[in-house]
C-alpha cells in the first residue's frame, strides 16, 4: 500500500526532504503544504540581491510549479497548517477556501524560524525591517528604491547584521551597528573578532558595542540605546536572531527540548516516531560533547533530509550531529568557525588549549599573497581538536574545510603536521599554515 506521506513547510528542509524522498520512492504519496507563496528560496543570498551583487530576485527562488512537477509531488502554496491530530494522524490546514483535513501515515515538519523582532515603544514598522524571507528583503528594496536612506542602524552583529553591511554601503548606505556584546560575532573568539572589527571601522562602519536600543522616538528616525546615546537612522535592520517556529509542535503536544527547538532522536523522530521534523526547527546534539544545540545552517538541513528519507525506507543511518561549520563574508575579509569556541569551552568546563598561527595565504614571492589568522582549540591532554577558526582575506574556506574534516575524522593536532595538501604558489606555501599551525599546537602537548 502506498504510504501517504505529508510536508509541513518548505525552503532547505521541507523541499529538500520532498526532493530525496521521491529519488528514493517514486509511488510514495507526497504533500507538502506551506504558508508562503514560494517553496523554496536562498535565505542566504537575500543581503547581495539587496546590494546588487545577485542582479535577479528570480535567481533566488525556486519555481514551486518546476518543482512539483519535476519531483511529482502535491505541493499547496499560501496554505497553513493549523492543528495536529496525533491519534487520528490528521491534520487541519487553511488556505483561501477555508478548513480542510488531510490524513497522514507519516509526517514531517520543517516549519523553520522567524526572525526575532522585539516590540519597542516607537517603533515605526515603514522604517524598521527584519530579512529572513522573500517579503522581507523586497519590503527593504522598495524603501532603499523610494526613500533613497542616507543611513541605517543594525541592532545586532551576526551573520545578517555582517553581510546587510556590506550590501548596504554597496548602495550607498552609511551604517551603524548596535550589539549589546563586547565584539562582533560571538561566533568566534575576541581576538578573530578583534580583526573582523578593524576591518569594519577601516570601512567607515561605525561600531557601538556593549550597548542595546532600548525604545525609538521621533517617528522611528531615533533609537534610543540603553547607555543614553541617541542615534540617528533613516532605516532600522533588526538583525537580533532568530527562533524556531515551534508552535504546531508544541500545541500538538510533541516535545521541545532545552534550547527551544523541536527535540528529536538520531533519526530526526519527534516523541511521536510517526512525525519527524527537521531544519531550523530542531534541537540536535553536538557532534563533539552530544550536548543538545540549535544549529539554524543550510548544510545540516540538507544531511538530515537525507536522513529521514533514508529511514522512511527502513534504512538505520543515523544523523552523527552538528559541528556548526559556518563561514561569511565582510568585504574583502573572511571569516569562519567550525566546531566550539571558547566561551562554550569554559561554560562545559573542559580543560583545552589555544594555539594561534599568523601566514601568509600563499608564497610570498608570489603576487598578492595576503596574512590569514587560523586557530585551532584543543584538548589540553590528548590534542583532540575541539573548534576551529579562520580570519583572512584569501584561502579562509579552504583551511576551515580541512580543519571542519579533521574534525569529523577524529583527528587531533598531532595529525595535522602530517596533512598533505596541494602546494603550488598561487595557492599555499610547501609548508601550509594548517601544518605549521597543527607543529604549533603539537609542541604544547609535550
Not at 35 to 44: D, L, V
Not at 315 to 328: L, S
Amino acid at each position: 500500500m502506498t504510504e501517504k506521506i505529508i510536508i509541513v513547510g518548505g525552503v532547505a528542509g521541507g523541499a529538500n526532504v520532498a526532493a530525496q524522498i521521491r529519488r528514493n520512492d517514486s509511488e510514495a504519496d507526497i504533500t507538502l503544504f506551506d504558508k508562503g507563496e514560494q517553496i523554496a528560496f536562498s535565505t542566504c543570498g537575500m543581503p547581495y540581491y539587496i546590494g546588487g551583487v545577485v542582479d535577479k530576485r528570480d535567481h533566488l527562488l525556486v519555481s514551486s510549479e518546476k518543482f512539483a512537477k519535476k519531483y511529482n509531488i502535491n505541493l499547496q502554496t499560501n496554505t497553513e497548517v493549523i492543528a495536529i491530530n496525533r491519534t487520528n494522524k490528521q491534520l487541519t490546514y487553511q488556505n483561501s477556501a477555508g478548513e480542510h483535513q488531510a490524513s497522514y501515515d507519516k509526517l514531517i515538519l520543517s516549519p523553520g524560524a522567524s526572525a526575532k523582532s522585539p516590540e519597542l515603544e516607537g517603533e515605526n514598522v515603514k522604517r524598521t525591517f527584519t530579512l529572513h524571507r522573500i517579503p522581507d528583503m523586497d519590503a527593504i528594496e522598495r524603501f532603499i528604491e523610494t526613500e533613497k536612506p542616507q543611513n541605517c542602524a543594525i541592532v545586532g552583529a551576526g551573520f545578517v547584521g555582517m553581510e546587510m553591511v556590506e550590501n548596504l554601503l554597496e548602495r550607498g548606505i552609511d551604517c551603524t551597528i548596535i550589539d549589546h556584546s563586547e565584539h562582533v560575532m560571538k561566533l568566534v573568539d575576541n581576538d578573530m573578532a578583534g580583526i573582523i572589527e578593524d576591518h569594519l571601522k577601516a570601512k567607515g562602519v561605525q561600531l557601538i558595542m556593549n550597548d542595546g536600543l532600548e525604545s525609538f522616538s521621533n517617528a522611528g528616525a531615533t533609537l534610543n540605546l540603553t547607555s543614553g546615546k541617541r542615534i540617528q537612522a533613516d532605516m532600522t535592520l533588526m538583525a537580533v536572531g532568530i527562533q524556531p517556529n515551534t508552535k504546531l509542535a508544541e500545541d500538538s503536544g510533541l516535545e521541545i527540548g532545552a534550547t527551544g527547538a523541536i527535540k528529536v532522536n538520531d533519526y530526526m523522530q519527534t516523541s511521536d516516531p510517526s512525525i519527524y521534523a527537521l531544519g531550523d526547527a530542531v534541537q540536535t546534539n553536538d557532534l563533539l560533547t552530544r550536548t543538545p544545540r540549535h544549529v539554524a545552517l543550510a548544510g545540516p538541513a540538507h544531511r538530515q533530509a537525507f536522513i529521514i528519507a533514508h529511514h522512511l525506507q527502513g534504512g538505520n543511518t543515523p544523523y552523527a550531529g552538528v559541528q556548526g561549520t559556518a563561514i561569511f563574508k565582510i568585504f574583502d575579509l573572511s571569516a569562519g568557525a567550525v566546531g566550539l569556541n571558547k566561551t562554550v569551552l569554559n561554560q562545559l568546563g573542559i580543560n583545552y588549549k589555544e594555539a594561534v598561527h599568523e601566514a601568509l595565504s600563499h608564497a610570498g614571492y608570489y603576487p598578492n599573497a595576503r596574512k590569514i589568522c587560523i586557530k585551532v582549540l584543543f584538548d589540553a591532554e590528548n590534542g583532540r581538536l575541539y573548534g576551529a577558526q579562520a580570519v583572512g582575506r584569501e584561502g579562509i574556506d579552504k583551511r576551515l574545510a580541512v580543519l571542519a574534516t579533521a574534525m569529523k575524522a577524529n583527528m587531533t593536532v598531532r595529525d595535522l603536521p602530517e596533512l598533505e595538501l596541494g602546494y603550488a604558489p598561487p595557492y599555499s606555501s610547501p609548508k601550509d599554515p594548517i601544518n605549521s599551525l597543527g607543529y604549533k599546537a603539537e609542541s604544547m602537548l609535550e
